[in-house]
Each structure stands twice: as C-alpha cells, then as structure tokens.
C-alpha cells in the first residue's frame, strides 16, 4: 500500500548511502518524475523548471566529471574524502538534474516589469518544490535521494555532454538508488517557536 501524503513528507529523507540496484522500471522512473514535474507549481504558471534524468553509464558520466572538476580545485594531499563522497553518489542508479529556463525568466521580467526583481526569486523557489516533489516521489517508489549542488563547476561540461540549452541554469542534482542504510536520528526544533496560529 502507497503511503499518503503526510506519512510521504515524514519519511523523505536524506539518503547518502544508495545502490545499483534496480527497484522499478525506468519508466516508472520517468512516469513519476514526469508527474511531478507536471504537477508542481509555478509563478505565473511559467513552468520554467527543466529536468534531466541521467540513468545507469550516463549517471556515473555525470559523477565522473564532478569528480574530474573538483580534482583541479582540491588539493591533491585533501582529494581521498572528495573522492569518497563522489564515489557514494556514483554507487546509485541515477541522477536527477534540475534546471530553471532562464529564458522564460527574462521574457518574464520584461513582460511583467513590475515583478521584475521577484521573477529570478519565484523561479528558485518553484524548482526548489520540483525537487521536494521528486525527492518524495522517489521515496515512495523505494529508492533513497540526496540533494547536491555542485552547479558552477560543472555547468559547462554538462550543457556539453548533455547537449543542454544555454538558456537552462542548473540548479541542482539529485543522486538516488536503492537504500543501502537508513538516515539517523533527526533533531526538530521546537514547532511553537516555528509556528504560530492566530484566530
Ligand atoms: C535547499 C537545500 C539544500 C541542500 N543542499 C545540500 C547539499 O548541497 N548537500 C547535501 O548533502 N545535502 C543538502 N541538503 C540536504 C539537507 O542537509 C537535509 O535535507 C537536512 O539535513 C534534513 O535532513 P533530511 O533530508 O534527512 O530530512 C539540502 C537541503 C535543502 C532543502
């Protein structure tokens, strides 16, 4: 039985151990990161999110290159955790990448002059529900997700392999797999310094 919507938030996690292994098709895969993309809002209803999922060789593409741009900037005598933590996203079966169309973002902004400042802001924060919404969805299909950033520094090199348009600014990327351990204990801070209800 499928979780519902609230046991679904609770039990997203950060899982940084993940693996090869398979728990559904690749195209549930996309079925359900398709879904979510579809589904998740927008300012202005702009759909200004882009998503690209690399699976299985193109995956560990992606992470072999993160790694060969971190080597240039990490000194050498420092590299072995580097290497470690690139390794454990390379362990997963894909990676979701996340992009924001910076194209529709400036029509946007010229369109809807008054709105101008707020439309680059609108744009982080809808991808930023993108990718809860993908996260979660990959949770309730099994698989384990982190959530990376290692945009600037390997923005170019993807736009080439993956032959991505220029207009599309990277904002984050998304490794997952099968579970290989369980997140530990997390700290909440007290909900009535975070909350408040008036009536
Ligand atoms: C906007 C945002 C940025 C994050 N950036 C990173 C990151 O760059 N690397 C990473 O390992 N985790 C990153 N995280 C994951 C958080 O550290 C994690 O969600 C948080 O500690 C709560 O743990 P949980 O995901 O298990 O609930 C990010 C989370 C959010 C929401």
Redo the contacts with the bound molecule.
Sequence with gaps: MKKNFYEAIET???HYGISKEEIVSDEKIKEIIEHAVKHTPSAFNSQTARVVVLLDKQHEKLWDITKEALRKIVPADKFAPTEEKINSFNAGYGTVLFFEDQDIVQYLQKEFATYKDNFPIWSKESS?MHQFNVWTSLELEGYGA????YNELIEEEVKKEWNIPQGWEIRAQMPFGKPTSQ?GE?EFKPLEDRVKVYK
């Design positions: 997203r996690r950060t930023g982190s959530l990376q950033h997140p997390k």
